[in-house]
């Protein structure tokens, strides 16, 4: 079920870049995950991540792989875009649930 002010396009690029300089890391930091080149194709939105290497850049950044894709879907970067998506999925695995 649609919601008028949740992003249905994720840019998942921005939000490693806006984590990763908020921890302080550079993309060297994050050699553990993949290699720079790769990174600076995810970051610059030219590739998308398995979700292999999302849990790797989680484990690299110490936060959990969900917490990278809602900030990806959360432009804003507000912690009121997180709760109100994080509300919408919960809503829309209820139903799904409970059918």
Request: aromatic fraction near 4%; proline fraction near 4%; charge should be negative.
């Amino acid at each position: 079920m649609p919601r008028n002010n949740i992003s249905r396009h994720a840019n998942f690029g921005v939000a490693l870049q806006q984590l990763r300089a908020a921890r302080g890391f550079t993309q060297e930091d994050m050699l553990m995950a993949t290699s720079r080149r790769h990174m600076s194709r995810i970051e610059q939105g030219h590739q998308t991540p398995s979700i292999r290497v999302v849990e790797s850049l989680a484990e690299c950044l110490d936060l959990h792989p969900l917490t990278l894709l809602v900030a990806s879907y959360c432009p804003e970067g507000t912690l009121e875009a997180a709760q109100e998506l994080l509300r919408a999925v919960q809503a829309e695995l209820e139903t799904v649930a409970n059918r």
